[in-house]
């Protein structure tokens, strides 16, 4: 088997897939960027719908680069689109050589906060086309890159150790384990989040192709700002429910996608981990 060696915590090429969910520029994906910068990533390669955001996170990330050959691309992508994520790929591999860590972040939610039996399908047409579709063809062609492309080996304290030959992280959220009422559409397609990554982490585990989830709560970003504004007894519910009574921020978020990413992770794979500060460890009276 070819490898290729490496020191330090990151190496390599990146590829961000965020949709325009982070319009105020703080979000997941922007943190995320910054997060790998500081780790030492040779290259961030952002991908994104909204090519002018991820173009000012990508000039921001220069400064906490840690790599004295960093680099970033921007490329427009539709995850929606089976074409334009199929170009995304082939334009990351022809710059950078290879796909080190994908991270998955295209997602959207419905405006609309109804039961069940009154959930628009139009509205869950819509959110499953990018939440699970566009997942799925990213995931697929992040697959295809990888499985062309050699592994890796690391220096631990004991022994060189294969960490295969790339990383997949697919952001989601603690709706992957349970449901948020009214919110039918989100709720589904964030179950098909977790069933995605476990089934392509079993069928590629041992083509060295590590696939995970986070998984977290409420998160001070712009999308959970919008859901603030149309109900404005969220906080207090955040407040009364988490037990460091506080949302996350984007950039604790980020720091869990870095680690996952790592070789420190490397026997980590086909798992969510929830990040919800404690909220999953009771049952919630009302």
Same mark, same amino acid.
């Not at 499953?128 to 997942?135: C, F, P, Q, R, T």
């Given at each position: 088997?070819?490898t290729?060696?490496?020191t330090?915590?990151?190496?390599?090429?990146?590829?961000?897939?965020?949709r325009?969910?982070d319009p105020?520029?703080?979000?997941i994906?922007q943190?995320?960027v910054?997060?790998?910068a500081?780790?030492?990533?040779?290259?961030?390669?952002?991908?994104?719908?909204?090519?002018e955001?991820?173009?000012? /996170?990508a000039?921001t990330?220069?400064?906490?680069?840690?790599?004295?050959?960093? !680099?970033?691309?921007?490329? #427009? $992508?539709?995850v929606?689109?089976?074409e334009s994520v199929?170009k995304?790929i082939?334009?990351?591999?022809?710059?950078s050589?290879?796909i080190?860590?994908? $991270?998955n972040?295209? #997602?959207?939610?419905h405006?609309?906060n109804?039961?069940? /039996?009154?959930?628009?399908?139009e509205?869950?047409?819509k959110v499953?086309?990018?939440n699970?579709?566009g997942?799925?063809?990213s995931v697929r062609?992040?697959?295809?890159a990888?499985?062309?492309?050699e592994?890796r080996?690391i220096?631990s304290r004991?022994d060189?150790?294969?960490?295969?030959r790339? $990383?997949?992280l697919?952001?989601?959220?603690?709706n992957?384990y349970?449901g948020l009422?009214?919110?039918m559409?989100?709720?589904v397609s964030?179950?098909?989040?977790?069933g995605?990554?476990?089934m392509a982490?079993?069928?590629?585990a041992a083509? #060295?192709?590590r696939?995970?989830a986070?998984?977290?709560t409420?998160?001070?970003?712009?999308?959970?700002?919008?859901?603030?504004?149309?109900n404005?007894?969220?906080?207090?519910m955040?407040e009364?429910?988490?037990?460091?009574? !506080?949302m996350?921020?984007?950039?604790?978020i980020?720091?869990v996608?870095v680690f996952?990413c790592s070789p420190?992770?490397?026997?980590?794979t086909?798992?969510g981990?929830?990040?919800?500060?404690?909220?999953?460890?009771?049952?919630?009276?009302?």
């Amino acid at each position: 088997m070819s490898t290729a060696k490496f020191t330090g915590s990151m190496h390599s090429t990146i590829v961000m897939l965020f949709r325009n969910i982070d319009p105020a520029g703080g979000g997941i994906g922007q943190q995320a960027v910054y997060s790998f910068a500081g780790a030492g990533a040779r290259a961030i390669i952002r991908a994104d719908i909204n090519e002018e955001n991820a173009q000012k /996170a990508a000039e921001t990330a220069r400064k906490y680069a840690t790599h004295p050959e960093f !680099r970033t691309l921007i490329i #427009g $992508v539709d995850v929606a689109d089976a074409e334009s994520v199929q170009k995304m790929i082939d334009v990351t591999v022809k710059e950078s050589g290879r796909i080190d860590y994908a $991270v998955n972040g295209a #997602g959207i939610d419905h405006l609309s906060n109804e039961p069940f /039996a009154e959930a628009s399908i139009e509205d869950f047409d819509k959110v499953m086309s990018v939440n699970i579709k566009g997942l799925t063809l990213s995931v697929r062609a992040e697959i295809n890159a990888m499985l062309a492309q050699e592994t890796r080996e690391i220096t631990s304290r004991s022994d060189e150790r294969d960490i295969g030959r790339g $990383v997949i992280l697919n952001v989601g959220s603690a709706n992957l384990y349970a449901g948020l009422p009214a919110k039918m559409a989100y709720t589904v397609s964030k179950h098909a989040v977790m069933g995605l990554t476990k089934m392509a982490a079993l069928d590629h585990a041992a083509d #060295g192709i590590r696939i995970n989830a986070v998984c977290p709560t409420w998160v001070h970003t712009p999308m959970v700002e919008e859901e603030c504004k149309r109900n404005p007894t969220v906080m207090q519910m955040v407040e009364a429910i988490v037990p460091l009574k !506080r949302m996350a921020e984007p950039e604790e978020i980020a720091d869990v996608i870095v680690f996952l990413c790592s070789p420190s992770a490397s026997y980590v794979t086909g798992t969510g981990i929830i990040i919800d500060a404690g909220v999953t460890l009771t049952v919630h009276m009302h």
